[in-house]
């Protein structure tokens, strides 16, 4: 009777584990959206999502080193990534989080920086080979489009 009742609880407490350890490990606040967004959508229209909150959910590919402060998040098309950025100290995502499935909720922002570029094609091609830009510099703007995360469960 006593080998019953050990049986029965190691299974109850192998299952419950595995139950736990399906939903991932949460990380800020609670995700509220139910509805995920495309990556690649948000980045073939990034103008109508800023200063929307999205969730979206892919792979992620690369972790700050450093403090943990944010996270590169494949796209569901191949070669597009979207870095998703936290308050530091707040989410701190671990290295080990490389490789793993992440459901991500937060609002896309914009960030513009001026960039300098070689004027003409030519110069741009030196560059290519390893050559500097030696004529003049046009100065242009740049921007970029982030997910400040607000929370994430990584599985």
């Known amino acids: 009777m006593r080998n019953i009742i050990f049986v029965c ?9 595995a139950a736990f350890a399906g939903d991932g490990k949460q990380y800020g606040k609670k ?3 139910k509805k995920t967004t495309k990556v690649s959508e948000v980045l073939a229209n990034p103008e109508k999502f800023v200063g929307k909150k999205v ?4 792979t992620i590919v690369d972790v700050c080193k450093k403090r943990g402060c944010w996270m590169d998040i494949s796209s569901d098309k191949e070669f597009e990534k979207i870095k ?4 530091d100290g707040v989410i701190v995502f671990p290295l080990t989080a490389k490789g793993k499935t992440a459901t991500v909720e937060g609002e896309v922002y914009a960030i513009t920086s001026a960039v300098e ?3 003409n094609k030519e110069e ?3 560059e290519e080979h390893g050559e500097e830009c030696e004529h003049s510099k ?5 921007t970029i489009y982030q997910i400040k995360g607000l929370g994430a469960v990584i599985k």
């Open 55 to 58: 969730l979206i959910k892919g």
């Open 124 to 126: 741009h091609s030196g």
């Open 9 to 17: 609880l190691f299974i109850f407490t192998i299952s419950s584990l």
């Open 117 to 119: 570029e070689c004027s």
């Open 84 to 87: 998703v950025k936290v308050e």
């Open 138 to 142: 046009t100065k242009s703007e740049k």
């Open 31 to 33: 995700l509220t959206l």
